[in-house]
């Protein structure tokens, strides 16, 4: 266990609090988001992205329990291929992951400004021409700051905040179904308005990485990251991962279904796309004259993305401690309150970020997509990593063996990739620019220890950064309807995508360390995890 951090977080909370970060502003925006993009065809769109994240999540519920270390996620890399993939890994896991905070205040102004009543017309101005103006950016900045406090002084306090918030969000989105069948639900709008994929089959494939699908499963991941604060990790951790992505897959094609269903006639007279709504369910809700629905919509828009910040604002302190366990960031951030064991530094940094992200970044759409790709660029790393550790034989101890991981972690590195690939250029490309852009960081540290093992650190992770061109070429030589220049014809694009996706699945399985390459002085496999 971390020095100083304490398991006090169970079954319950934990599976809590990947349901919290899962159910965050992505149910109030995602529904309608997709089926902008898709039309009814979105509930492809969520069952192929939940089937892909359930994939990737078996493999990091395999590692969670095997290092029960907080921050595990930017962890687990180092560990089977050393520095170069670790700094990869974990810089874009957390520059997508810190940047979540900010989104979800974001959300809840948006939804905001959308307030009905004569009193609240002021609020109409805090979002105009789909961004937030200086009033709205600073409400959003509080809400920042509360989600800081909630977390600063125990996680315990976290914890019990968050399972509070998350019923709240189970009863919320079951109201919203409920109340839209029952004001209005037209079947035909499954097949009208051009049909059930009105836009092409090639439509819901990109509405998975750029509407909101991939960013809504986001938080499978938080359950992972307070490995080191949870209690029976090796049970806990795999259980709670597992369960959390599936109740929300379930909520979320209730809710997907229920848009669909629900929309009335004359705001799709000009097709899916056209639907231009600013805080979608809560509008929605209105143009049926639901208004005891639109207000409760209005009080969880404040509900539901600040649970999910409150919970990535303590997980990605912890990731910021385990990128300072592995050397890539200052030691001041890796240092634990002795009294309250949370590490405020790291938390310090965050809300900086937060900040930044918020004045770059100034509408809940703007980062959905980025943020979506960038940590698929992270996940990519556990289905090799995973497999890495198998071949280390008895160098490392597996409390969780997931059967059949020999054929779970290839299929979910390909899918990965084609997510990857179907965010469209040249989204693609300019996400995986930022996550170059962070080598420097990486450099500094490293001639900063002497470039004591480059080399083959270097060596063992040449087939991430190869990886990671390849993919950018390729969505540049891509098909057109995935935004490329057509040099790749559509099917035959994936096709290239696919194989080359197995090709450095074994090349990256194969370049893992023969042992654990545990920082000097750790092993966390020699702690108590219970």
């Not at 918030?165 to 919203?176: D, Q, R, S, W």
């Amino acid at each position: 266990m971390d020095k100083g951090m304490r398991r006090e977080i169970h079954l319950v909370a934990l599976t809590m609090t990947g349901l919290g970060s899962i159910i965050g502003s992505g149910w109030l925006f995602g529904a309608w988001k997709a089926a902008k993009v898709a039309g009814p065809a979105a509930m492809v769109a969520w069952i192929l992205g939940m089937a892909v994240i359930l994939l990737i999540g078996l493999t990091y519920a395999e590692l969670g329990p095997m290092f029960p270390r907080s921050g595990g996620m930017v962890r687990y890399a180092h560990y089977s291929h050393g520095s170069f993939v670790g700094f990869l890994s974990g810089w874009a896991n957390w520059i997508a992951i810190a940047s979540v905070i900010p989104i979800e205040a974001e959300a809840s102004i948006q939804y905001m400004s959308s307030w009905p009543w004569h009193w609240a017309q002021w609020t109409h101005h805090l979002y105009v021409n789909k961004t937030l103006t200086p009033p709205g950016l600073l409400l959003a900045a509080i809400l920042v700051f509360i989600y800081f406090l909630l977390n600063y002084w125990t996680v315990k306090l976290f914890a019990r905040a968050n399972t509070a918030i998350t019923v709240f969000k189970f009863i919320i989105p079951a109201l919203t179904v409920i109340g839209l069948i029952a004001a209005h639900f037209d079947t035909h709008n499954f097949t009208q308005y051009g049909g059930f994929a009105p836009n092409g089959w090639a439509s819901v494939l990109t509405a998975i990485a750029t509407s909101g699908v991939i960013f809504a499963f986001n938080g499978f991941q938080s359950p992972i990251n307070l490995a080191g604060e949870a209690r029976n990790p090796s049970r806990n951790v795999p259980l709670a991962v597992i369960g959390s992505v599936l109740l929300a897959g379930v909520i979320y094609l209730f809710l997907q279904a229920a848009f669909i269903g629900s929309m009335p006639g004359n705001l799709l007279s000009h097709g899916w796309a056209s639907i231009n709504l600013k805080s979608p369910f809560a509008d929605l809700a209105l143009a049926l004259n639901v208004n005891w629905l639109a207000i409760v919509l209005f009080l969880d828009a404040f509900v539901s993305p600040s649970g999910t910040g409150i919970t990535y604002t303590a997980t990605t302190a912890r990731m910021v401690h385990g990128m300072e366990a592995n050397g890539y960031f200052p030691k001041v951030f890796g240092r634990i309150h002795p009294r309250y064991g949370v590490p405020r530094a790291a938390m310090w940094l965050n809300l900086v970020i937060a900040y930044i992200f918020m004045l770059m970044f100034r509408g809940w759409g703007e980062l959905a997509g980025v943020i979506s790709v960038a940590t698929l660029i992270s996940y990519v790393t556990g289905p090799i990593a995973v497999m890495a550790f198998r071949n280390m034989g008895d160098h490392v101890k597996r409390p969780v063996r997931i059967p059949g991981m020999s054929v779970i972690a290839p299929i979910a590195f390909i899918f990965a990739s084609l997510i990857l690939y179907w965010a469209q250029w040249p989204l693609t490309g300019e996400v995986i620019i930022v996550i170059i852009i962070g080598l420097p960081v990486y450099f500094y540290y490293t001639a900063k220890a002497g470039w004591r093992g480059f080399s083959e650190h270097f060596r063992r992770g040449l087939w991430l950064i190869v990886y990671l061109l390849w993919m950018a070429l390729v969505s540049f030589l891509g098909s057109g309807k995935f935004g490329g220049i057509g040099v790749l014809p559509y099917g035959w694009d994936m096709v290239v995508v696919a194989v080359s996706a197995l090709v450095f699945y074994i090349w990256g399985v194969r370049s893992g360390f023969p042992k654990p390459n545990f920082p000097e002085g750790e092993n966390p496999q020699l702690v108590d995890a219970e």
